[in-house]
């Protein structure tokens, strides 16, 4: 299913399953990568009559409403993305502006609070590989994974997190359960290279801190798209 990422820095081209890109800046000295020119089409940016900084953050939103994604999504399989303009759209550039800053910057936003902490013994947020606990099935007597509950390690395990939340997804995988799957020890079977994410900070807390951070902008996320208006396309 198609989706939207963010980045203010230079994507590896796998971020994105086929990915197209809208790129904010054009780098056109090469002597010179301060020298940021606009790579806004001048012509959309009189038809919708706002400046570069809204019409990239209009075209944010855009590309994050579940109208425009249900109205486009047999072209957004095969094609690049088709801007249309819409009503109401100072409404999207003010809410695209509220998810370009969430999104860039979720590692400053406050950790979701209402989740529960149950600590085995001395806590150690060292991680090796998040899991979801599992739950029996009533009716299929079969065990399955209980969303609401990661087991982040033999130490640590977090419980009610909102099931919403994982509602907010990214190249097919809630960014809850890419936070899981990528922040894991795992070892290269040819290489026999060992890749550790507990080094990648000298916060001992960054990784489980980063977990509860993006539920919270999953559900921060969520509800903004939400206050998106009704799709009405002008032009």
């Not at 570069?52 to 072209?75: G, I, M, P, R």
């Amino acid at each position: 299913p198609f989706s939207t990422l963010i980045t203010d820095l230079i994507p590896n081209m796998d971020s994105l399953e086929k990915g197209q890109g809208f790129v904010r800046f054009n780098h056109s000295d090469d002597n010179d990568l301060l020298h940021n020119d606009s790579n806004i089409n001048s012509d959309f940016k009189a038809m919708l009559k706002l400046n570069d900084t809204c019409v990239f953050a209009y075209v944010y939103a855009l590309l994050n409403s579940k109208d425009y994604q249900s109205l486009y999504q047999n072209d957004l399989r095969k094609e690049l993305a088709h801007i249309p303009i819409v009503n109401d759209k100072e409404k999207y550039v003010e809410i695209g502006k509220q998810l370009i800053d969430l999104h860039l910057n979720y590692e400053k936003l406050p950790v979701y609070g209402k989740v529960q902490i149950d600590y085995s013994g001395k806590p150690d947020y060292r991680v090796t590989k998040m899991k979801f606990a599992k739950k029996r099935n009533l009716e299929t007597k079969k065990l399955e994974n209980d969303r609401s509950t990661i087991i982040f390690n033999d130490s640590i395990t977090i419980s009610n997190i909102p099931l919403k939340a994982y509602e907010y997804v990214v190249n097919g995988r809630s960014a809850i359960e890419w936070i899981m799957d990528q922040y894991r020890v795992k070892t290269d079977k040819k290489s026999g290279i060992t890749d550790d994410p507990n080094g990648y900070s000298d916060d001992p807390k960054y990784i489980f801190n980063l977990l509860l951070r993006i539920i919270n902008v999953s559900l921060k996320t969520l509800k903004l798209i939400e206050q998106l208006p009704k799709l009405v396309i002008d032009k």
